[in-house]
């Protein structure tokens, strides 16, 4: 399974459709939050289905904040991670992660693209596609799973 993640796009469909064509063929797309409705927009526009959770910025959205996700055999929690203060920790998003007992977790919010493994989870958060920060350009990641082991990798959006 090869999954398309991007988080941040606050109204950028332009960037966000671009970065859909630069991950190739998916099975799904996954946005992390901020802004939910781009979720909608992208879904209208893709054969693959799109899931999203609300952000920060989405208080007026009707939507969830939280997912969790089983894709081809692992356990996914997706969020946008505004709730767990992940731009000043990530104690109390780790808490949730091991409770949960998920595999990979999926979220936002802080605009810098991380990939990184802790206490046995992949922490992934694919950076923002409007304002990025940490890095050159605007982010996006690509999440495979193979044999029930997922990988990732970020990848900048071409000019």
């Not at 997912?67 to 356990?75: P, Q, S």
């Not at 000043?88 to 808490?95: G, I, N, R, T, V």
């Amino acid at each position: 399974m090869r999954v398309a993640v991007i988080s941040d796009t606050h109204g950028n469909i332009k960037a966000a459709t671009r970065a859909l064509l630069m991950a190739g063929k998916t099975d799904m797309v996954v946005h992390a939050g901020d802004y939910f409705s781009d979720a909608a927009k992208l879904q209208r526009q893709s054969d693959v289905p799109v899931i999203g959770v609300k952000g920060n910025c989405d208080r007026l959205s009707f939507g969830p904040l939280e997912e969790i996700l089983d894709v081809a055999g692992v356990k996914i929690y997706l969020t946008h991670g505004h709730s767990y203060g992940v731009k000043h920790s990530m104690a109390e998003l780790q808490k949730r992660v091991s409770k949960l007992r998920a595999q990979v977790v999926i979220y936002g919010h802080t605009h810098v693209p991380q990939v990184e493994w802790v206490d046995g989870s992949l922490y992934l958060n694919p950076g923002s596609l409007h304002s990025p920060r940490g890095s050159n350009g605007k982010t996006f990641a690509v999440l495979d799973i193979g044999n029930g082991q997922p990988s990732a990798q970020i990848l900048e959006l071409e000019a």
